[in-house]
């Protein structure tokens, strides 16, 4: 076995001064458990690893070397946006048309700058290009003989050099051939620049001469002389398809025998010391009985109706219902899994907290087809649209919650209420109706379940703590949200139209398709 990040392991130094000051105050288990966890997260730091057999991979890639030209001439515009750009906009076409083989980049003046080594990651390649900005490099001539010295320098036996520049004034061709020789390079010559050439300027003016004559900047022709002489090639940039015949001459140049690298790989083992460090972590913060129930917890099959965070989230629920934080507990009840208990217990909380139309939204994505708690919904829906003052909807709603709960007293009393009110044809007083309906249940012992029993009672109220995660056959309290008093006998004596009664008379509890 061997350790991938040997260093990593100068760590347990100062972990040992640290468990060697703290042993002499104390020596609890808890502090040696957690040492010990430190111990097993510093060996997995260290990556542990056995070998694996040597194996042969094929290899056919080629190393390349690219120099762009940053010389001030380079921001001539006789190639659009300007030279330096669109040398640019070549080199990245280039290496993205060979993504196998490997790039060095330099940018040279009279001076030559290594901007990105060696690499087969075109995206570092190319980043480093973006950054290049003439603006900030001081020397602004072109020293094709530095530049061959600086890349004669590099570690490869024979050097493929790619040059994007407009030639400088170097005129010494004999002797720029002997450096290319001496040092086996063979150059492929990018002419970035034009025969016609264009002025130079600096700033909104052009450059003079001391004749005060412009300064006109040209493809130097000793480039193609170069090429020729030291084996390499020639190509214009404002040809068009140049940079594609480049592209096709280094897919050429690759070796048809591809060579064999003996390729060494490790099967890693960090895992295991990380798992134990783990283990070693929770034991020290925790009791064991504490630590088994999370682990049997963890070992039951995630077929059950609840998921494992469905309890806490509906402890702290049913706590701020508890405790009249209603908009907390709808906030707590909208994470339990979905159900149309839980969607039921949501929108009563925010009933309570006076979020209506938030409830009465959430009451209508309710699908179930249960009877009893869809008469509950269509009761609560009916409150939250006489809180929005819907008197028309609210009672279309009663008649619904009347006709799968005949003896809904709650209901019956609301809907000859507001039937009342719409006999009297008159400014519509303060009402004084009955407020929406709890489901209540014990949450250390109910389960969630779409077919939890209700219990009904008199004037009761469905509670909004509703268990949303276990199963059903549970009794619910109820209880009555507020204590309302009956209207006077008189106020009974209104009739319901015919139209409640059709729609009461029809029935709906036996639907075929959920609500």
């Not at 020789?181 to 300027?201: M, Q, R």
């Not at 015919?498 to 029935?507: D, F, L, P, S, V």
């Amino acid at each position: 076995m061997v350790l991938l990040n040997a260093w990593a392991l100068f760590a347990i130094l100062p972990l040992w001064l640290l468990y060697k000051r703290h042993i002499k105050q104390t020596n609890t288990r808890q502090i040696k458990l957690l040492y010990l966890s430190l111990l097993f997260m510093i060996i997995a730091l260290s990556e542990p690893a056995l070998k694996n057999a040597p194996t042969k991979q094929n290899f056919n890639s080629q190393d390349f070397i690219i120099a762009i030209d940053a010389s001030y001439s380079m921001m001539a515009e006789d190639i659009k946006p300007n030279r330096f750009e669109a040398a640019k906009k070549a080199i990245k076409k280039l290496l993205k048309l060979h993504p196998k083989d490997r790039f060095t980049l330099f940018a040279f003046t009279s001076n030559a700058l290594l901007i990105s080594p060696p690499t087969t990651d075109t995206a570092i390649a190319i980043n480093a290009l973006d950054t290049l900005n003439p603006k900030y490099i001081l020397t602004k001539s072109t020293s094709l003989e530095n530049l061959f010295e600086t890349v004669g320098k590099v570690s490869f036996k024979k050097k493929k050099l790619i040059i994007f520049s407009d030639g400088g004034d170097d005129t010494d061709i004999a002797k720029l051939v002997g450096i290319l020789k001496k040092y086996h390079i063979t150059p492929y010559f990018v002419a970035t620049a034009t025969e016609k050439g264009a002025a130079l300027k600096k700033g909104n003016a052009y450059l003079k001469n001391d004749q005060n004559e412009l300064v006109i900047s040209k493809i130097n022709p000793a480039l193609q002389d170069i090429a020729s002489l030291s084996g390499g090639r020639y190509y214009k940039l404002i040809s068009p398809g140049a940079i594609d015949t480049l592209s096709d001459d280094i897919t050429d140049m690759h070796s048809t025998k591809k060579s064999l690298l003996q390729v060494q790989s490790y099967k890693e083992l960090f895992t295991i010391p990380l798992l134990i460090a783990i283990a070693l972590f929770f034991v020290s913060i925790t009791k064991l009985h504490q630590l088994l129930p999370l682990l049997l917890l963890a070992a039951l099959p995630y077929k059950s109706q609840a998921g494992v965070l469905d309890f806490y989230y509906l402890d702290k629920a049913t706590k701020a219902y508890n405790a009249k934080n209603y908009k907390e507990a709808a906030s707590y009840f909208s994470k339990l899994r979905a159900t149309p208990q839980s969607y039921y217990n949501t929108a009563t909380a925010y009933y309570k907290a006076g979020h209506y139309k938030k409830a009465l939204a959430l009451y209508s994505r309710i699908k179930t087809r249960d009877p009893k708690l869809k008469a509950a919904i269509y009761y609560n829906m009916a409150s939250a649209a006489v809180k929005i003052k819907k008197y028309d909807e609210a009672k279309r709603l009663l008649a619904f919650a009347l006709a799968l709960d005949p003896d809904d007293k709650d209901a019956l009393y609301n809907l000859t209420q507001l039937q009342k009110l719409h006999l009297q044809n008159k400014r519509r007083p303060k009402l004084r109706l009955r407020g929406a309906k709890e489901q209540k249940t014990k949450s250390e012992n109910a389960r969630q379940h779409p077919q939890n029993k209700q219990k009904k009672g008199g004037s009761s109220n469905r509670s909004s703590t509703q268990q949303t995660s276990g199963s059903g056959g549970e009794k619910q309290n109820t209880k009555k949200q507020g204590s309302i008093r009956r209207a006077k006998n008189r106020q009974n004596n209104y009739k319901m139209g015919y139209k409640a009664y059709e729609i009461i008379n029809k029935g709906y509890a036996n639907e075929k398709e959920p609500w």
